[in-house]
């Protein structure tokens, strides 16, 4: 409160060179704040990513991570959630920061626009309703079948996919990418796809189920030709009441 | 090349388009961008953070990470090195970007003002150094005994301090903060003060050496009373040539 009244003629002149400083600042900054967003989705047992195609360079074969600029009175993490709701029709089941791109004042050619750029999971579920959206510009891409990309948003996607493979072992965050419920071999086939490599899959089964952190659902599922699966659900509850005693959620495969 | 010249009406259209909404948002865009840094250095045995008096509000008792507005046409990070300097008479020896603060459209009550927020880390050479500097409203203050800060700058120091306490388990950073040479004991009150906890020192002291990414020098220290002890230096070329074999540096203290 005290902060917004002015109590002496020190305060007054304070604040009269703030006013100053700020009425010059909205003349001579001339930077842009931007917002983008790399969405992994699991897709068809494929790691890919959600990219638009910009209608203004509709002509082009130029595609791009969704985003835009923040509006005035609008906050970052809001605004990423209206771009990318607006421009895809999805709404990210995990959204968190990545980086901020903007030592290069020109990676955007038109102007210098920093990009505040952000790192999303989307489940299964959400995959296949975008595709009843009118979000035509819209697609998934195979991480691996990237097309030429806007600006430096190949090198925010290359971050992005980096801190997806690490957090991978040290935090659960594979579980989003899943259906809530999923056999086993679900799980394994998605930390070979985003690690690139394969696993001892006998050492991966001993190493997440000693966690504790999945519930058996006592339901089965019958996949291919082999006997039918267990179904696993990933125990939030239980993952955060481990974390509070200290558990350090750990997968490094040597 | 080609995108700077217009090859078809179409493409006219989407320039002029382009050129329409960026002087649109040159009007309705006013959010300005600020850095600021959260500098650690490890002054008497104590963890420390550099902070400076803003002139502006001197006749108050409110301190403030050192920081300011970006410049038209400088990077983000060539910013925060220059403020640094300008403000503390300090170059950072590590710094790396934290997080962007701009959820809070009112962080800053004069203006909407987003602060990409960086990490650093100040050698003891350094920090010996910066007294003799005219950065007469610098100062050092222990983590435990931070004064009342500006804007949110409590919230970014917060967040600077989890960060420096995960990445020294399992990034060697803390030698950044140590002198070029120094007895292990160093080593071990430095991470037993980050981490704010005593460590079990023999079986720190056998993990530690295990990586052998630690040079004895040969020479040697007298401390207090006690025998004099060996003095150490962290070979990075070392640490790098392991990391390239996938090498991976990880202290957990059960």
């Given at each position: 409160?005290?902060?917004?009244?002015?109590?002496s003629?020190?305060?007054?002149?304070?604040?009269?060179?703030?006013?100053a400083?700020?009425c010059?600042?909205?003349?001579?900054?001339?930077?842009?704040?931007?917002?983008?967003?790399?969405?992994?989705?699991?897709?068809n047992?494929?790691l890919?990513?959600?990219?638009?195609?910009?209608?203004?360079?509709?002509?082009?074969?130029?595609w791009?991570?969704p985003?835009?600029?923040?509006r005035?009175?609008?906050?970052?993490?809001?605004?990423?959630?209206?771009e990318?709701?607006?421009?895809t029709?999805v709404?990210?089941?995990?959204?968190?920061?990545?980086?901020?791109?903007?030592?290069q004042?020109?990676?955007?050619?038109?102007?210098?626009v920093?990009?505040v750029?952000?790192?999303?999971?989307?489940?299964?579920?959400?995959?296949?309703?975008?595709?009843?959206?009118?979000?035509q510009?819209?697609?998934?891409?195979?991480?691996?079948?990237i097309p030429?990309?806007?600006?430096?948003?190949?090198?925010i996607?290359?971050?992005?996919?980096?801190?997806l493979?690490?957090?991978?072992?040290?935090?659960p965050?594979?579980?989003?990418l899943?259906?809530?419920?999923?056999?086993?071999s679900?799980?394994e086939?998605?930390?070979?796809?985003?690690?690139g490599k394969?696993l001892d899959?006998r050492?991966?089964?001993?190493?997440?189920?000693?966690?504790?952190i999945?519930?058996?659902?006592?339901?089965?599922?019958?996949?291919?030709?082999?006997?039918?699966?267990?179904?696993?659900r990933?125990?939030?509850?239980?993952?955060?009441?481990?974390?509070?005693?200290?558990?350090?959620?750990d997968?490094?495969?040597?």
């Amino acid at each position: 409160m005290p902060n917004y009244f002015i109590e002496s003629a020190d305060e007054a002149y304070s604040r009269l060179a703030w006013v100053a400083y700020f009425c010059l600042m909205s003349i001579s900054q001339n930077i842009k704040v931007a917002v983008d967003a790399v969405v992994f989705g699991y897709v068809n047992k494929q790691l890919q990513i959600l990219l638009i195609h910009p209608k203004s360079e509709a002509s082009k074969d130029i595609w791009a991570l969704p985003g835009g600029f923040v509006r005035d009175q609008e906050g970052l993490s809001a605004a990423v959630k209206r771009e990318l709701e607006e421009e895809t029709g999805v709404q990210a089941d995990y959204l968190e920061q990545l980086y901020t791109f903007g030592d290069q004042v020109n990676r955007d050619p038109r102007a210098q626009v920093i990009s505040v750029a952000y790192f999303g999971l989307i489940n299964p579920e959400q995959v296949e309703l975008e595709a009843n959206t009118d979000a035509q510009y819209a697609a998934w891409f195979p991480i691996n079948q990237i097309p030429d990309l806007r600006f430096d948003h190949k090198k925010i996607l290359q971050m992005a996919h980096k801190r997806l493979q690490s957090k991978l072992l040290y935090q659960p965050i594979g579980f989003e990418l899943l259906h809530r419920e999923f056999p086993f071999s679900d799980l394994e086939t998605l930390y070979q796809t985003i690690l690139g490599k394969k696993l001892d899959r006998r050492n991966f089964r001993k190493k997440i189920l000693s966690f504790q952190i999945l519930d058996d659902t006592g339901k089965k599922q019958k996949i291919g030709s082999g006997r039918p699966a267990q179904l696993f659900r990933f125990n939030e509850l239980k993952y955060k009441e481990l974390l509070n005693k200290g558990f350090h959620f750990d997968i490094q495969f040597a």
